[in-house]
């Protein structure tokens, strides 16, 4: 069956360093990808999309890598900030063009001053 | 200001109890869609919308109804709410999510069924 997932458990990182987030997927081919940040309590807040015939796209601090072959996602952000700490979560459309998509449950990062 | 406005935000009810949580967007968008959110389990869709009287089910659509008479407009209907329904909901609009636009969530309607 489709499934994706992401780190479970909670990364640490110092302010400034990088932060790099992984989504894994199997079982299926999403034509998009997309990443949001979820804070406490909060509604998920879109981030980027990136798709399938693209290996890479950036935002200001955040980067994000799309590798089919691989079927993962790797999503940086670089010269992190404790306004950073969020929990991330990955998107993807469940068949290519379609309207139902998957989430990952997340991954909780804290950026330590 | 473009936003997914649901309520109520808490929701406490008991079991049976018919009930309604609203969803409105502001953007025009074509496509809306429901999700619950519980611990370990993530974001799981009920049910979308990809236009006015056109919708769909998602993975979890047991026990919930939905109806899109209005495009701005997605309310949620739970007709006898059970206590496995206790969850974190979340509405969520799109311009296209066929194309990979990605979402607009609301705030979150937090229920309770007792």
């Known amino acids: 069956s489709q499934k994706i997932e992401q780190n479970s458990e909670a990364l640490n990182i110092q302010e400034g360093k990088t932060a790099t987030l992984t989504c894994n997927y199997t079982?299926?081919?999403?034509?998009?990808l997309q990443w949001y940040r979820q804070d406490p309590g909060r509604g998920p807040v879109f981030l980027l999309l990136?798709?399938?015939?693209?290996k890479e796209k950036r935002k200001e601090r955040l980067k994000v890598t799309f590798d089919t072959t691989l079927k993962q996602s790797l999503f940086h952000i670089t010269a992190s900030q404790p306004a950073d700490s969020a929990t991330y979560l990955c998107?993807?459309?469940?068949?290519?063009?379609?309207?139902?998509?998957?989430f990952g449950t997340g991954t909780r990062l804290k950026v330590l001053a | 200001e473009a936003q997914v406005t649901q309520n109520p935000r808490y929701l406490i009810t008991v079991t049976g109890k018919k009930l309604t949580v609203t969803c409105s967007q502001n953007?025009?968008?074509?496509?809306m869609s429901w999700y619950r959110q519980d611990p370990g389990l993530g974001l799981r869709q009920i049910y979308y919308?990809?236009?006015?009287?056109?919708?769909d089910k998602g993975d979890v659509p047991e026990g919930y109804k939905v109806s899109r008479k209005e495009k701005r407009n997605f309310p949620l209907i739970l007709e006898s709410p059970s206590p496995n329904q206790t969850s974190l909901y979340f509405c969520?609009?799109?311009?296209?999510?066929?194309?990979?636009?990605?979402?607009?969530f609301g705030s979150g309607t937090r229920l309770t069924v007792v």
């Open positions: 969520a609009s799109s311009l296209d999510a066929g194309l990979g636009y990605g979402y607009t």
């Open positions: 079982n299926y081919s999403p034509a998009y």
């Open positions: 990136i798709r399938e015939n693209e």
């Open positions: 998107a993807l459309d469940r068949t290519s063009g379609t309207y139902k998509y998957i």
């Open positions: 953007m025009n968008h074509e496509y």
């Open positions: 919308s990809m236009n006015v009287e056109v919708t």
